[in-house]
């Protein structure tokens, strides 16, 4: 899709162009700058969806006509999934759909926990749904961030080192859904394939911004496990995907257990199938793998080229308004953003967090997100405050949780929408003196 051609991808999009009341009575077009939470849907995946609702029935199950056309697109969108980020050899990896990005991780950390030592390494970066799962099931180490935020990518090496042979796996997420900072996946592939381990990729942010490939440029830095969401790149909420390891999934024991995963059971014994029946109790969601593949495919039309280039417009425009306002405190580097996706957190001096999402959204139809974003620690280093401090509202009904403002990007999004949005907050800081 060629961009230069001035498209209006607000036409790709439901409700981009909704409209909203406002205190002051009126409606205006509302502006969604939360989109690292949940994206608009693509009008083409709601058609895919109802276009193919004559054929809808049980996956694998049957013999009739529809379900019979339903089990063959089911499998046909895994394929297009292991084509999209590049997977050659389709027999090593597997495609296993789930829930959403937190589903998934979960499934993996009670699926492959087997030795008490065994060691997840972790990062201070991460979304709670990449770190807690592991905290309860294994034995967890972290690598720190700087002052900056971004990831000690020297610890790394120094953290598999010291744990001499007993970590199993590193999870990372691709991109921060705090900072937008991108981390280098297959670096970090690289480092820990060295020393045995394996590497979790959690994509639920890096996915609608950038194509990944998988496999990188050599064996050495081929991603093991990436973990995705559909309501991140503008299909439905309720369907996620995993890709991994398909002779890690066969060593296993099924997470969930129940109909469609078994070969054969006895009175005292089970036989299962492999992967990824054998992962996927009971119905498939059919229409979510439809919506997710349709949407990577017009992700794909659009271009991965296209989007980034239309994002870095955006977040420079944001930064550039931002760093302007004295009253407005930024977070993570906001000089050297070649690593950032479009998503930017801040405060107003004097101006509670909340106050502010609120006030943009009751007077000026902006949704934004408030708080730390299910990134507890991570937000806490960024702010530079300590655990005491930062706690102290759980005991404390005087006090109150610290928190950030968040704006992230949709590909749909346009500077005329920044440019409001720096008035916007030009405007509560003035009313506020």
């Known amino acids: 899709m060629d961009m230069d051609k001035k498209i209006d991808l ?10 909203v009341n406002v205190v002051e009575g009126k409606k205006i077009r509302a502006i969604n700058f939360d989109n690292a939470a949940t994206a608009p849907l693509l009008k083409s995946v709601v058609e895919s969806v109802i276009g193919l609702s004559d054929y809808y029935g049980s996956i694998g199950r049957g013999v009739g006509h529809k379900a019979e056309i339903t089990t063959r697109l089911y499998y046909e969108s895994k394929n297009y999934i292991m084509d999209f ?5 389709k027999d090593k990896y597997t ?5 959403n990005t937190t589903d998934g991780i979960n499934r993996l950390s009670r699926t492959f926990c087997k030795k008490k030592d065994d060691i997840v390494l972790l990062t201070r970066m991460e979304h709670h749904s990449n770190d807690l799962p592991w905290r309860r099931r294994w034995n967890v180490d972290y690598i720190e961030v700087d002052e900056q935020g971004r990831l000690k990518f020297d610890d790394i090496e120094n953290k598999l080192i010291s744990h001499k042979g007993k970590v199993r796996y590193i999870t ?6 705090v900072t ?7 670096g970090i592939a690289r480092i820990a394939h060295k020393y045995g381990a394996k590497i979790v990729v959690d994509g639920a942010q890096l996915i609608p911004h950038a194509k990944v490939d998988i496999m990188g440029k050599s064996d050495e830095e081929r991603i093991d496990f990436l973990i995705f969401s559909g309501h991140k790149v503008y299909a439905p909420l309720g369907c996620g995907v995993i890709i ?3 002779e890690d999934f066969n060593k296993s024991l099924p997470d969930n257990e129940g109909g469609g995963t078994v070969k054969f059971v006895m009175d005292n014994n089970v036989e299962y199938l492999d992967t990824p029946e054998k992962d996927e109790a009971g119905t498939p969601n059919f229409f979510g793998a439809i919506a997710i593949s349709t949407a990577l495919s017009e992700l794909n039309k659009i271009g991965f080229e296209n989007i980034r280039k239309n994002e870095i417009k955006l977040r420079d425009r944001m930064f550039d308004g931002l760093k302007s306002i004295p009253e407005v405190i930024n977070y993570g580097d906001i000089e050297n953003r070649e690593d950032r996706l479009g998503i930017g957190v801040f405060n107003i001096k004097s101006i509670y967090h909340e106050d502010v999402a609120e006030t943009l959204a009751k007077y000026y139809g902006i949704s934004v997100r408030q708080g730390w974003f299910c990134a507890h620690p991570y937000c806490r280093r960024l702010m530079h405050i300590s655990e005491k401090s930062a706690s102290a509202f759980i005991h404390d009904d ?3 949780m610290p928190g950030m403002v968040r704006i992230s990007f949709g590909i749909y999004n346009e500077e005329n929408e920044i440019d409001y949005f720096l008035e916007c907050i030009e405007r509560i800081i003035k009313k506020s003196k």
């Open 172 to 177: 990372v997420t691709g991109a921060s859904n």
């Open 10 to 19: 607000n036409d790709l999009f439901l409700g981009t162009n909704s409209k």
């Open 180 to 186: 937008g900072y991108i981390n280098d996946i297959h």
């Open 398 to 400: 005087n006090e109150r």
């Open 244 to 246: 991994g390891l398909r």
């Open 95 to 99: 495609v296993i759909y789930v829930n």
């Open 85 to 89: 980020f590049n997977i050659k050899d």
